[in-house]
């Protein structure tokens, strides 16, 4: 079979002729392997291109010194990956052919060989195993080509070892399942039992990487069913999601979402199924996602019960973000993603073009009316601002100043003499 879209040409940049060039001239070969294929014979551009070849790191190396290509990032070296980047323009990948050599359920070390099928045989899923010449060939040595015709995502060999070698598999496989499977909900028995059986691996996993992935499969417009079916198999507790998470409140989000088509973030799905917030640091100690979605994550579950006002319903929205020690931008943004999340979209539109208004007394009229630094300067502060807010922004400067005295007095504070 040969691959022979536009897609295909216009990968091949100067750079990539130039490194087919390379490996020509040294007699060793190189293919595009895993994700690229898999994307092009799907009739999508691939976003990274990650290659295989013949060649050892030693002789990559050797081949690329003897070029003047420079390599970055040799940190990949014993996984058999060298980074190459030519003309200051373009990276690529290249990794040995391989064997995993397996030991107690962790990689001991890695084996290189000559073998295109036996490096095939250790990658996850067949539809990730197939390797495509320069030339437009495709090699297929699982039946992943198959596979993706009929659309089914199926482990290379035996799915247990598989997910053994690399507990993260098992989230890349719900992750493929949305982009391929007609039915993401559709799990084959043994598949589904293999899955349920080694769920508790990946509490070996960092959550780093679990996070990666995760948020991948909450962007899916399958996003709903797909976790279902991971609770449902129970990887709950090795996500940081403890042993009791929301499933009802989360299905009620999802589906009203999708109806409405609102994408939600993958943090805000996720915050449906946590009920207080100690779940939410839970959650966070074990995915460790940016302050950002924690922030986000803490915010929904304080306020997912907050209303909005019969004849002003943005109002406390707005009080939350008045009252923010945080970047209003970004309060603002919450408080938007809350409404969407509470199927209030068009106020959440609405929300989001409100530029919230500054208070206008600052500490030099307070000086100038005598009002002693301090704690009663604040206690004065607070008194305006809430009077402030309670006419909804409406008071001017002059009203504001022109009531100190009086606030003073209610307050109990005596004027300053400068
Ligand atoms: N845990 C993993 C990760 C990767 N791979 C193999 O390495 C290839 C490249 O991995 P990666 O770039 O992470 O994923 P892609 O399949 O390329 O998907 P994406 O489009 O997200 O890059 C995969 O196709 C697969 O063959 C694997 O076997 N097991
Ligand atoms: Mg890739």
Same mark, same amino acid.
């Given at each position: 079979?040969?691959?022979?879209?536009?897609?295909?040409?216009?990968?091949?940049?100067?750079?990539?002729?130039?490194?087919?060039?390379?490996?020509?001239?040294?007699?060793?070969?190189?293919?595009?392997?895993?994700?690229?294929?898999?994307?092009?014979?799907?009739?999508?551009?691939?976003?990274?291109?990650?290659?295989?070849?013949?060649?050892?790191?030693?002789?990559?190396?050797?081949?690329?010194?003897?070029?003047?290509?420079?390599?970055?990032?040799?940190?990949?070296?014993?996984?058999?990956?060298?980074? %190459?980047?030519?003309?200051?323009?373009?990276?690529?990948?290249?990794?040995?052919?391989?064997?995993?050599?397996?030991?107690?359920?962790?990689?001991?070390? %890695?084996?290189?060989?000559?073998?295109?099928?036996?490096?095939?045989?250790?990658?996850?899923?067949?539809?990730?195993?197939?390797?495509?010449?320069?030339?437009?060939?495709?090699?297929?040595?699982?039946?992943?080509?198959?596979?993706?015709?009929?659309?089914?995502?199926?482990? %290379?060999?035996?799915?247990?070892?598989?997910?053994?070698?690399?507990?993260?598999?098992?989230?890349?496989?719900?992750?493929?399942?949305?982009?391929?499977?007609?039915?993401?909900?559709?799990?084959?028995?043994?598949?589904?039992?293999?899955?349920?059986?080694?769920?508790?691996?990946?509490?070996?996993?960092?959550?780093?990487?679990?996070?990666?992935?995760?948020?991948?499969?909450?962007?899916?417009?399958?996003?709903?069913?797909?976790?279902?079916?991971?609770?449902?198999?129970?990887?709950?507790?090795?996500?940081?999601?403890?042993?009791?998470?929301?499933?009802?409140?989360?299905?009620?989000?999802?589906?009203?979402?999708?109806?409405?088509?609102?994408?939600?973030?993958?943090?805000?799905?996720?915050?449906?199924?946590?009920?207080?917030?100690?779940?939410?640091?839970?959650?966070?100690?074990?995915?460790?996602?940016?302050?950002?979605?924690?922030?986000?994550?803490?915010?929904?579950?304080?306020?997912?019960?907050?209303?909005?006002?019969?004849?002003?319903?943005?109002?406390?929205?707005?009080?939350?973000?008045?009252?923010?020690?945080?970047?209003?931008?970004?309060?603002?943004?919450?408080?938007?993603?809350?409404?969407?999340?509470?199927?209030?979209?068009?106020?959440?539109?609405?929300?989001?073009?409100?530029?919230?208004?500054?208070?206008?007394?600052?500490?030099?009229?307070?000086?100038?009316?005598?009002?002693?630094?301090?704690?009663?300067?604040?206690?004065?502060?607070?008194?305006?601002?809430?009077?402030?807010?309670?006419?909804?922004?409406?008071?001017?400067?002059?009203?504001?100043?022109?009531?100190?005295?009086? %606030?003073?007095?209610?307050?109990?504070?005596?004027?300053?003499?400068?």
């Amino acid at each position: 079979m040969k691959v022979e879209s536009e897609d295909f040409k216009s990968i091949f940049t100067d750079e990539l002729v130039q490194l087919q060039k390379i490996f020509e001239k040294h007699n060793y070969e190189i293919r595009f392997a895993g994700g690229p294929v898999r994307d092009l014979l799907m009739n999508i551009k691939p976003h990274d291109l990650d290659f295989a070849t013949t060649a050892t790191p030693q002789q990559m190396k050797d081949m690329f010194n003897s070029e003047n290509i420079r390599m970055i990032n040799l940190t990949g070296e014993k996984h058999g990956t060298i980074t %190459v980047r030519i003309n200051e323009q373009e990276n690529f990948e290249i990794t040995t052919l391989r064997i995993d050599v397996v030991n107690h359920g962790r990689h001991a070390e %890695v084996e290189f060989t000559q073998d295109w099928e036996l490096d095939a045989n250790r990658r996850d899923l067949t539809v990730n195993s197939m390797f495509l010449g320069f030339d437009g060939t495709v090699y297929d040595y699982c039946g992943g080509w198959e596979d993706l015709q009929k659309r089914r995502v199926a482990f %290379v060999g035996d799915a247990r070892t598989r997910m053994q070698e690399d507990y993260l598999r098992i989230l890349r496989y719900f992750r493929f399942c949305a982009r391929i499977s007609p039915d993401p909900n559709l799990h084959e028995p043994d598949t589904e039992a293999a899955l349920r059986e080694n769920m508790e691996g990946l509490s070996r996993i960092s959550g780093e990487r679990i996070w990666l992935e995760l948020k991948q499969i909450l962007s899916n417009r399958h996003a709903g069913p797909l976790l279902e079916t991971m609770l449902r198999l129970g990887i709950a507790p090795y996500i940081g999601l403890g042993e009791d998470p929301n499933v009802k409140e989360f299905k009620v989000i999802w589906e009203r979402a999708k109806n409405n088509n609102v994408e939600l973030l993958p943090i805000t799905l996720l915050s449906a199924l946590l009920d207080s917030e100690g779940a939410a640091a839970s959650l966070h100690a074990r995915l460790k996602y940016p302050n950002f979605d924690k922030d986000l994550s803490f915010f929904i579950v304080e306020h997912r019960n907050l209303l909005p006002e019969p004849f002003k319903p943005l109002r406390p929205y707005q009080m939350i973000v008045i009252d923010t020690k945080q970047k209003m931008k970004d309060a603002i943004f919450r408080g938007a993603e809350l409404l969407r999340y509470q199927g209030k979209q068009e106020l959440a539109n609405e929300f989001e073009k409100w530029v919230p208004p500054r208070f206008p007394v600052g500490g030099a009229d307070l000086k100038d009316k005598g009002v002693p630094g301090g704690k009663p300067m604040s206690m004065v502060i607070q008194k305006l601002r809430s009077k402030w807010k309670d006419n909804d922004f409406q008071i001017s400067h002059e009203d504001l100043v022109r009531s100190i005295p009086e %606030v003073m007095e209610d307050l109990g504070i005596k004027v300053q003499k400068s």
